[in-house]
Structure formats: structure tokens, C-alpha cells
């Protein structure tokens, strides 16, 4: 069913006091257990948009990733946050965006929701998609191919490996339910993701002081397509209602906690809500967090599907080239990129 100005108008009327009471509780559900269902790709869709038009964000279960995955995922992420420094710093960051960031080098300066000065009080180490060398991007010369670093720890890699193919499995699900809620054929985006943009970051927030202006991660909007998310049970993240205030998503470490990024909400129309978050922790714990990011190739030009325009809600947003979007981001937040 083709999406109607009246329907848009019906979701921006619903009440600040019902999303927030929401979020204050638990996230919106997206159970991915009923694709299995007759007629379940409609139902999953049609709970997906709802999640997606109101807050930003909802909690998906069922995702089909293994418990021992994930928990081998957190497991690897605490065994290279625990070596010394000097061994982190043999895969630092590098120009490709792959390797290790150490705590206090990168600072959200392009945030349009805080004056932001000080680094994040975090600390973590990134893969990308592995590009062999003759691979049609590396041999393109597209922004940020390359080979992923690898630290000397037994079993990290192949743990990664699987953990970045299983995250992007479901993440080529929910794209599917995402097409499906804007009424739009997935094969529309499919040109976009034979390719995709993936990261995998193991996070690590050490207990912070309370101090103004000092965030585990300062308040952003993720620039990507989807974020899926796994936490430890360390509270921390902070999701942003429209009325302005922060409110705490529970730890949960059985669901994936899923947001649409700002290219998902350029090709929606702004449908689909890029809703602001942060992370700040004051629990006197130690917070890992697994974050993986499923964005479409570096060449892509996003602009407002048609499917999500009409004669009364015109395009919202000028096309964009990702790449040089990502490019001016990272450029931004990163020495590494300047």
C-alpha cells in the first residue's frame, strides 16, 4: 500500500508522553520469529514502521544469532581491552578506518546536539568488510577497501569473522522489512548492498566521572543505514525524544537494540526516525558494548525514494554521495582521516 500524507500526519500526532512512557518501560519489540508466520513479512514490517516512524529505535529478538556467539564476541572484546596499551597500539587505526582507537582521540565535533569538547571516554577496536587485494574495490581504489588488522590473540579473528557475517545476515533481514514497511520492492536497494559498508566495533567504556560536557560517546545520530547493537548489563546508553529529554534503554544482553541511521532516513522521506543517542557511564563499571553497522556501498546515491514522496510530501533531502559523506565525517572526528 502506498504511503499516504494523512498516515505520516497520524504518527506525528501521537503523543511525546506515550513514546517516552515507552522508552522510560522497554523498547519497541521487532520479533523476527514471526517472519516465520503466514504473511509474517507484513506483520514484521508493519511493527517495524511503527517502531521506526515513533521512536528510532526498538529491541529485536529472535535474531537468529547464536548466545555463544555473542558471548564469545564479548568474551574477545574484554581479552584485547585487557592487554597493555603498547600491544592495542600495534593495530591502531589506520587510513582504511580498521584497528585499534584508543580512549580520548576521537571527538564528535560535527554534533548538532551538544557543544562537544572533549574526547569520548571510550575506547575501541573496528573491522570493516575484508577487501582481498584483488577485489573490484581495492582494484576501484573505492574510499576505505582494504584488508581488516588483526591483533595476536588466539581465536579473535576467526570469532570476528563469524560474528561480522551473522550481524550481516540479519541485517540484510531487516533491510528487507524496512523496503516492505515503506511499501518498496527490496530489490529497489539491492544494487546497494551486493557490496555493503560493514563495521563491527567492540567498545569499551571505562566508569567515568560526572562532568559537564564529558560523554562515554557524545550525542550523534548514526550516519549509516542500520545499527544493531549488543550490550553487556551495564546501563549507559541514552536515547533522545523529540520533546528533548534522555531517557535510559535498558540493558539487555537476549535482544539486538536496532536504530535507523541517517541514510535510512534519507531514503525514507524521514519516515524512519535517525533519533539521537549517547552513552554515558556513570554505573562505577566497566561497559563493553558490540556495535555493528550495516551501510550501503561507498558509491551510493541516497536520495528519497519515490515510494516515500507524493504529490503533498515532496523530497526532504537533496541526493548525497555517501562516500564523500562518510569521508567528510570521519575527516571530522579522526586524525587518522586528515
Known amino acids: 500500500m502506498r504511503v499516504t500524507h494523512h498516515w505520516i500526519q497520524s504518527y506525528n500526532a501521537i503523543s511525546m508522553t506515550k513514546i517516552e512512557s515507552t522508552l522510560q518501560n522497554e523498547l519497541p519489540i521487532i520479533d523476527l520469529e514471526k517472519l516465520q508466520e503466514p504473511r509474517g513479512?507484513?506483520?514484521?514490517?508493519?511493527?517495524?514502521?511503527?517502531?521506526?516512524?515513533?521512536?528510532?529505535?526498538?529491541?529485536?529478538?529472535?535474531?537468529?544469532?547464536?548466545?555463544?556467539?555473542i558471548a564469545g564476541l564479548f568474551n574477545a572484546s574484554k581479552q584485547f581491552h585487557a592487554q597493555p596499551l603498547q600491544d592495542k597500539m600495534k593495530v591502531a587505526l589506520n587510513t582504511a578506518h580498521r584497528g585499534y582507537i584508543p580512549i580520548n582521540t576521537s571527538t564528535d565535533v560535527n554534533s548538532q546536539l551538544a557543544e562537544v569538547t572533549k574526547p569520548n571516554q571510550s575506547e575501541s577496536f573496528m573491522i570493516m568488510r575484508e577487501d582481498t587485494p584483488d577485489s573490484v574495490p581495492v582494484k576501484s581504489g573505492a574510499y576505505l577497501a582494504g584488508a581488516n588488522q588483526w591483533p595476536e590473540l588466539a581465536g579473535f579473528r576467526e570469532t570476528l569473522t563469524i560474528a561480522n557475517e551473522q550481524f550481516s545476515m540479519v541485517g540484510r533481514k531487516l533491510l528487507e522489512v524496512a523496503c516492505v514497511a515503506l511499501s518498496v520492492n527490496p530489490m529497489r536497494l539491492t544494487p546497494a548492498?551486493?557490496?555493503?559498508?560493514?563495521?563491527?566495533?567492540?567498545?569499551?567504556?571505562?566508569?567515568?566521572?560526572?562532568?559537564?560536557?564529558?560523554y562515554g560517546s557524545a550525542p550523534h545520530t548514526d550516519f549509516g543505514c542500520l545499527t544493531l547493537l549488543a550490550q553487556d548489563s551495564v546501563a549507559g546508553l541514552q536515547v533522545q525524544t523529540a520533546s528533548g529529554a534522555w531517557l535510559d534503554v535498558k540493558p539487555d544482553n537476549k535482544s539486538l537494540i536496532v536504530n535507523v541511521g541517517d541514510?535510512?532516513?534519507?531514503?525514507?522521506?524521514?519516515?524512519?526516525?535517525?533519533?539521537?543517542?549517547?552513552?554515558?557511564?556513570?554505573?562505577?563499571?566497566?561497559?563493553?558494548?558490540?556495535?555493528f553497522f550495516f551501510d550501503p556501498y561507498?558509491?551510493?546515491?541516497?536520495?528519497?525514494?519515490?515510494?516515500?514522496?507524493?504529490?503533498?510530501?515532496?523530497?526532504?533531502?537533496?541526493?548525497i554521495h555517501f562516500g564523500e559523506f562518510l569521508q567528510a565525517e570521519l575527516e571530522a572526528a579522526y586524525k587518522q582521516h586528515r
Not at 268 to 280: A, C, Y
Open 263 to 291: 541514510m535510512l532516513h534519507r531514503w525514507s522521506n524521514g519516515i524512519l526516525k535517525s533519533t539521537p543517542h549517547r552513552v554515558i557511564n556513570h554505573s562505577g563499571e566497566e561497559r563493553y558494548s558490540c556495535a
Open 193 to 214: 548492498f551486493e557490496c555493503p559498508t560493514t563495521w563491527l566495533r567492540l567498545l569499551h567504556y571505562p566508569p567515568q566521572p560526572v562532568v559537564d560536557d564529558l
Open 41 to 69: 513479512l507484513q506483520t514484521v514490517a508493519a511493527d517495524f514502521r511503527k517502531a521506526y516512524s515513533e521512536v528510532g529505535f526498538g529491541a529485536v529478538i529472535n535474531h537468529g544469532i547464536p548466545e555463544e556467539l
Open 298 to 319: 561507498v558509491d551510493t546515491i541516497i536520495a528519497p525514494l519515490e515510494e516515500c514522496t507524493t504529490a503533498q510530501q515532496t523530497a526532504n533531502f537533496e541526493p
